[in-house]
């Protein structure tokens, strides 16, 4: 769905007097090998991926914990078997209106397994059947369960493990309250970013390698299920210095975030809470609409029947959903709704679309590099083509996992002087 069908977009956030002052005070100076700006599972899993000796800088514009990966609720695919290859494709292409790259869905689906793998042997726990096996589950556009998960906050599971892998080396230093205000660019190549820290003080931090991980553009949208300080910051660099974007207008709206009257983030509840069961009905409890359809599908079914019924929200009842799912799978959920009132397992609630995703970004090629020499961009923030006009619920994780490896690994080999594609 495109960006004219959600919230106007804010006006970006004006510089501080603290930023204003920083371009005239004396800007740190630092060096080494790899700068990545973004702490969410792309930035960090391309840290894990580059050799011990390379010194490697992270920035993080907040705290480490207010990146949208620790939002990520439903799961992470994984190809089940290799039957499976022929169906999660298709079902990618036919979400993203068949706008996808071939190669990088292919790309995608046959790196799963081996990206799964690597998660738990990091110490990343996915949910179990009683007899041990991966636990899968389906959600909206999926024509078979295939998405692994860890209750209801897969990404603070995963982001969080990685994070803590990430602090155990050595040869990575975590900034937090640092930003990002451009790109240092010489003959053409990037060498590095200007940034400041939280109190306006200018930061040049040069490198051979640079990788923007940095996130999407929730923060400009008056309702986003995004952290404010999301607001396309690698995006911006980038066009600034002529590197090419990609479907700056292919933003995914969401169908169900929980309604409120609150300022403030919109909370998202899952896909994965229709898979389970979820359905959703209009202001007379009809069910409308076919909840596993392509999100915006579902997001425009969900608009049109708002203004039929002349109303802010419809409702979503989980009165097929056992309440034992409802309160230890959907445990997040559940007690967040209790929190504004409701309860999922007496009661549907009031849910309303939001902006959640954007599917453009930075235009990258198959190893995620740029335009530009040496810098790269991975995760939301770029375009792989992975996701086409509309991305497949839980092919985000995945998507930023393997393009970040992928980053990561032609950094290596283009130190080493070969410059094929994997």
Known sequence: MSAQTAAAPTTAAQPTAGEKNAASRQAQSLNCDVVIVGCGVAGLYAALNLPRHLRIVMLSKEDVASCDSMLAQGGICVMR??????????????????ECRPQ?????????????????????????????????????????????????????????????????LRNVQIREYTTMDDLLVEDGACVGVHAHDRDGNP?????????????????????????????????????????????????????????????????????????????????????FTDELQPRDVVSAAIRRQMEKDGTKHVWLSFANVPNDVC???????????????????????????????????????????????????????????????NRLASNSLLESLVFSRLAARDIVRRRHGWTQSA
């Not at 998960?149 to 990685?162: Q, W």
Request: glycine content about 10%; proline content about 3%; hydrophobic content about 30%.
């Open 327 to 389: 309160t230890n799978h959907f445990k997040h959920i559940y007690e967040r709704c209790l929190e504004e009132g409701y309860d999922i397992t007496r009661e549907p609630i009031p849910v309303v679309p939001a902006q959640h995703y954007l599917m453009g970004g930075i235009h990258v090629d198959q190893n995620s590099m740029t335009g530009m020499a040496h810098l790269y961009a991975a995760g939301e923030t770029s375009c792989n083509g992975v996701h086409g006009r």
């Open 203 to 287: 930061i040049e931090l040069r490198s051979r390698d640079t990788v923007l991980a940095t996130g999407g553009v929730g923060g400009l949208y008056e309702h986003s299920t995004n952290y404010p300080c999301l607001t396309g910051d690698g995006c911006r660099v980038c066009e600034e210095h002529g590197v090419a974007l990609e479907h700056m207008d292919y933003v995914q709206i969401h169908p169900t975030t929980l309604y409120t009257t609150k300022p403030g983030r919109s909370f998202l509840i899952s896909e994965s809470c229709r898979g389970e069961g979820a359905v959703l009905l209009d202001k007379n409890g009809n069910r």
């Open 104 to 168: 990088s869905v292919d790309t995608m689906i046959w790196s799963s397994r081996e990206i799964i793998n690597d998660l738990i042997r990091l110490g990343v726990e996915f949910d179990r059947t009683p007899e041990g096996d991966l636990d899968y589950t389906r959600e909206g556009a999926h024509s078979r369960n295939r998405i692994v998960h860890h209750a209801d906050v897969t990404g603070k599971e995963i982001t969080t493990k990685l994070l803590a892998r990430v602090r155990e």
């Open 81 to 98: 078997d290799h039957d499976d290859y022929d169906y999660w494709f298709d079902d990618t292409m036919r979400a993203g209106h068949n």
